[in-house]
């Protein structure tokens, strides 16, 4: 079989390519971009990996943003003067051309950086190598009791992993992060859920409320209990994915970036769910299978509205997914099949944490009806 030539064993100028923008150029043998540039004197030529131009064009601005970057970075350094703005510039550069993170990550990560350099002011200016442990075990300390757990812990991380860069830029020989403790998760808040019949008053409540957007809206509601679906999935499924021959739904997520743990899942179609979407197909008979099932993707406000009519504890779109949970665990659904419908990877761990109490609830009624 021929092998195919690479831009490392052929040292012909002819198999290069020039394009209308400047510095990307295509390597003919293969089609395949590459970014041609120089920083610093320095000349960079790497393979985009694409044969694609307008994605070739993209990732060669992310390129060459990044090599600027990490150049202003070792010019700091070498003038004794890198700051923890310039080593937190490279983290960042790195979480938003790390191809592994989901926008919504990434988001987040911005979010906590915010915090961090709010809750400490000046830190931005401040020279890397002279920020002590001390200062360091301070702000943990008053950080974390103006902040939840979790959070506290992401915005420690990101401390630690902007000093690393320090470290690895040479800037400074140890971590003073590490001083800023992480605290333990403090106990999931405990879910308060509609009781039996409540569900379906609420439901009833939020179709009657006159907007135009009702119906659609009680529908996501119903989805989103029958289901066990995230917001963000429900409103990607499509006729196309429901199986009615076998009784399930596929659930895919963004088209992009898929569902939060990027993979693909199947959820049973309970009666309940059936007959949701039997007559919501019967409706809408001439809709394609790529059509969304879900008219609005959100219903926030009229789940509030119906909430405070009915006189029960307002509850959000990620409770109907507890509820889901619930009530699988109260029919007798082992918790390691539940955790598989609602997608998680750790083999129950997170619901035998979050819904433990129901199984054992629901273990001592079983062993009431036990007779010898």
Partial sequence: MKQQRTPSD??????????????????????????????????????????????????????EKCEQQKAQSANAVVSGKMTFGDALTVFKTRVANNPALKPRTKEYCAYRISALLKSWPGLGERDVSRIT?????????????????????????????????????????????????????????????????????????????????APPAAELVQ???????????????????CDFARGEITVRGHPDTGTKNSEMRRVPMIPDMRQLLDRMRSERQNESLETPIMRVWECQKSIDRASKVLGIKRITHHDLRHLFATRCIESGVDIPTVSRWLGHKDGGALAMKTYGHLRNEHSQQMAQKVKF
């Fill in 133 to 213: 442990n001390a200062e360091c075990r301070d702000w943990g300390v008053k950080n974390a009791s103006r902040n939840s757990s979790s959070s506290h812990n992401y915005t420690v991380s990101i401390l630690r992993r902007v000093f690393a860069i320090a470290i690895e830029s040479g800037a400074r020989y140890d971590n003073p992060a590490l001083s800023a403790q992480r605290v333990k998760q403090r106990t999931l808040k405990h879910i308060e859920l509609p009781e039996h019949g409540k569900f379906e008053q609420l439901v009833a409540e939020v179709r009657a409320s006159g907007s135009g957007y």
């Fill in 223 to 241: 989805f989103l209990a029958y289901g066990g679906l995230r917001i963000g999935e429900a409103k990607y499924v499509t006729w196309g994915d």
């Fill in 10 to 63: 052929s040292g012909s100028e002819s198999d290069w390519q020039k394009t209308a923008y400047t510095n990307l150029i295509r390597y003919k043998p293969s089609q395949v971009y590459f970014a041609r540039f120089r920083v610093e004197g320095k000349l960079f030529r790497r393979s985009l990996k694409t044969n694609h131009i307008t994605v070739a064009r993209l990732r060669l601005a992310d390129l």
